[in-house]
């Protein structure tokens, strides 16, 4: 499918899990399917956004330097004729983000339940793909239908995809990223976003700094 310019949707709020939270939701998701645990993995550790995530192909993991290329969003478009549009990313540029090792490993077992139902797979098939047709995405508000019985079926807190990109950049500063990381893993084109949506969401993080000025100054 060719990139176009998709509409434009509202924001709404975000909220994130703690760390504890976190881990929890990640003992837990080992139960579920290949292809879920792989949308949930990709969403929390990497912050992509639920239509990146939509957008994403084959072709666009390299497992050799264990990175993701995010060169497309998927949205609703009520207009078209598969009521959905494979575009641009939201800022308009592409970016590269990383991934694990057990992350790679993990895509690779669902690439392989894939190949055993559609056969040979191109660069172009996506990652989470139509049932019948692995060359169209599927529909953007799935991920966010599954996790919203997941989270109700576990008596986890209720968040949402977009809940799980929060919750991944909230980690990532707690772990010692700094704004400037965060901004480029999230693919914020203008930093002010990331220091607007982040600012005071990383008392923990907040108080090791303190903590950390105190002991250089005895």
């Not at 998709?6 to 909220?15: A, G, I, N």
């Not at 929060?166 to 010692?176: C, D, F, M, Q, V």
């Not at 990381?181 to 914020?188: A, I, R």
């Not at 203008?190 to 993080?205: H, I, K, L, N, R």
Request: with cysteine; hydrophobic share 35%.
């Amino acid at each position: 499918m060719d990139k176009v310019d998709c509409p434009k949707l509202s924001k709404k709020r975000v909220d994130a899990l703690s760390t504890e939270q976190a881990k929890q939701f990640f003992s837990i998701i080992g139960e579920s399917p290949i292809d879920f645990r792989c949308m949930l993995n990709l969403l929390i550790t990497t912050g992509i956004r639920r239509g990146e995530l939509m957008g994403l192909q084959w072709g666009d993991i390299d497992g050799n330097k264990l990175e993701l290329h995010i060169t497309r969003n998927v949205t609703i478009d009520r207009n078209s004729p598969d009521k959905i549009c494979v575009g641009k990313t939201k800022t308009d540029e592409e970016r590269t983000v990383p991934i694990s090792q057990g992350l790679y490993a993990l895509l690779m077992t669902h690439k392989h339940e894939q190949q055993k139902k559609h056969g040979v797979l191109f660069p172009n098939a996506f990652i989470f793909c139509s049932a019948l047709d692995p060359y169209k995405p599927i529909y953007p508000t799935e991920p966010t239908r599954w996790q919203s019985k997941f989270v109700k079926r576990n008596n986890l807190p209720k968040v949402s995809p977009h809940d799980l990109r929060h919750t991944a950049a909230t980690l990532a500063l707690e772990s010692g990223a700094d704004l400037k990381q965060v901004q480029e893993l999230l693919g914020h084109k203008d930093p002010s976003t990331t220091m607007g949506f982040y600012t005071g969401v990383t008392e923990e993080a907040q108080r090791r700094t303190i903590e950390g000025i105190e002991s250089l100054i005895g």
